[in-house]
């Protein structure tokens, strides 16, 4: 079966950004991050790689994450847009 994918919205102050993309990112089933302004246009938009381990992504993302810091730097409020893989394994049948 397909997974399915489900998006959230986090909204957060300039100076909280990174720590919580930080966060999402450690999750391991977020498969987007889209920082947004608060009317509406998309700033960034970052595509994360499922299945990457923890290091992994933290050295891939490094560079997303300075860009990240200098616009929530000019940001008063954002809103992260996640959008998450749900694993979609039918339960077990315990007959």
């Known amino acids: 079966m397909a997974d399915r994918v489900r998006?959230?919205?986090?909204?957060?102050?300039?100076d909280q950004v990174i720590a919580k993309v930080k966060e999402l990112v450690n999750e391991g089933n977020v498969r987007r991050i889209i920082l947004r302004t608060e009317d509406g246009k998309?700033?960034?938009?970052?595509?994360?790689?499922?299945?990457?381990?923890?290091?992994?992504?933290?050295?891939?993302?490094?560079?997303?994450?300075?860009?990240?810091?200098?616009?929530a730097a000019i940001v008063a409020r954002l809103s992260?847009?996640?959008?998450?893989v749900e694993d979609k394994t039918p339960p077990k049948n315990e007959n």
């Open 80 to 84: 992260i847009v996640v959008e998450r």
């Open 42 to 71: 998309d700033l960034i938009e970052v595509p994360l790689t499922i299945g990457v381990g923890v290091v992994g992504v933290g050295v891939l993302v490094a560079p997303v994450l300075a860009a990240i810091g200098a616009i």
């Open 7 to 14: 998006t959230e919205e986090f909204r957060v102050d300039g």
